[in-house]
């Protein structure tokens, strides 16, 4: 049996799957809050008690290895998360589940990985454009935070590389743009492209373009503004909202297009994250893939790359299980970095 989760600032899903020749049927999955916890290895263990309650021959089933996609860098079996409220510890859990096998890689380099085993259902097109056999794909995902991954062709297969790419410096186009980032200068230590496309970046465009709209989730320390006014947005039903859904999917949509200029990503631009599936009516209306392609020299180049959404929310969940199976069969040290 495969141990395998999602680990983000906001949820966590875990599942269990058994292997069934080279693929993996889930057996049961699970999606909490991750502030509903003290710690990782408390989460793990109530999620294996409902698990061993509601089927106890999955109680009964040893674990063999486990994987984790989590918001965060990992480097040399350490993570380093801006998002978490605790720490993990790798040799606690390991203690816990009696295994010696746990994979920790970053979530988005953990929907990279699910990449080949989703099915159509779990991807809507933004853009079909013309797809290059083997040739590189990148993932961008926003959600409570944004992060970026890169998948090569090493002459047999697909390899995932990480990258920090929403930690860099946002990149203004317009002269909106750079009074938001003016705006955010005053407020913010570095202004990187993740204060603006994640969860709160909404809020901060929407008191950027006008501070005098408040909406009820402003003042609950605990509410998502994000999701308030992506819903009035969709609704019609706030013009302010309207417009930061707009801006924000605009410089989604440039941040998208400077990622696969950067690694020429011919293979396709795979959206994922919590956010894309929520306002997807809005990324089909044409705004996120004129910024996409942009005024660059290569527009004609960027439009003939597939744009992708990953619809299935669990699919880092599927990565992190897979490639803990792949390190189930193959021999090796305590932990695997992914």
Request: glycine residues 12%; contains cysteine; charged residues 20%.
């Amino acid at each position: 049996m495969i141990l395998a989760g999602d680990v983000g600032g906001t949820k966590c899903s875990l599942g269990l799957f058994v292997e069934e020749g080279p693929r993996l049927r889930s057996v049961f999955q699970r999606r909490v809050a991750t502030t509903s916890y003290g710690g990782f290895e408390d989460l793990v263990g109530d999620f294996l008690e409902r698990a061993g309650e509601l089927d106890a021959g999955t109680e009964q089933q040893q674990i063999e290895a486990a994987g984790f996609g989590l918001a965060g860098v990992v480097v040399d079996g350490s993570l380093h998360a801006r998002n978490l409220p605790w720490i993990l510890d790798v040799p606690a859990l390991q203690r816990k589940l009696n295994l010696r096998k746990v994979v920790l890689l970053n979530d988005v380099s953990a929907t990279a990985f699910s990449l080949e085993r989703l099915s159509l259902n779990d991807l809507v097109i933004l853009n079909q454009g013309v797809s290059e056999g083997r040739g590189t794909k990148a993932v961008i995902a926003s959600g409570t935070g944004l992060g970026e991954a890169l998948l090569f062709w090493d002459g047999r297969q697909y390899q995932v590389a990480p990258s920090e790419g929403g930690q860099t410096d946002f990149a203004p186009r317009t002269d909106r743009e750079i009074d938001l980032l003016r705006w955010l200068n005053k407020r913010l230590p570095h202004v990187s492209s993740e204060e603006i496309l994640s969860g709160r970046g909404f809020r901060r465009i929407h008191e950027f373009l006008n501070s005098t709209v408040r909406h009820p989730s402003f003042d609950a320390p605990q509410s998502d503004a994000a999701s308030e006014i992506t819903q009035l947005a969709l609704a019609k039903s706030c013009s302010v909202c309207m417009e930061t859904l707009e801006m924000w999917t605009e410089i989604y949509g440039a941040e998208a297009g400077n990622l696969a200029l950067r690694a020429m990503a011919v293979g396709g631009v795979y959206l994922a994250g919590g956010i894309a599936p929520k306002i997807l009516s809005k990324l089909k209306d044409g705004a996120f893939f004129r910024a996409f392609c942009g005024k660059s020299k290569l527009a004609a180049v960027l439009a003939r790359i597939p744009v992708v959404v990953v619809v299935n929310e669990d699919a880092p969940v599927l990565g992190a299980a897979y490639q803990a199976l792949i390190s189930s069969h193959a021999g090796g040290g305590e932990y695997d970095r992914g």
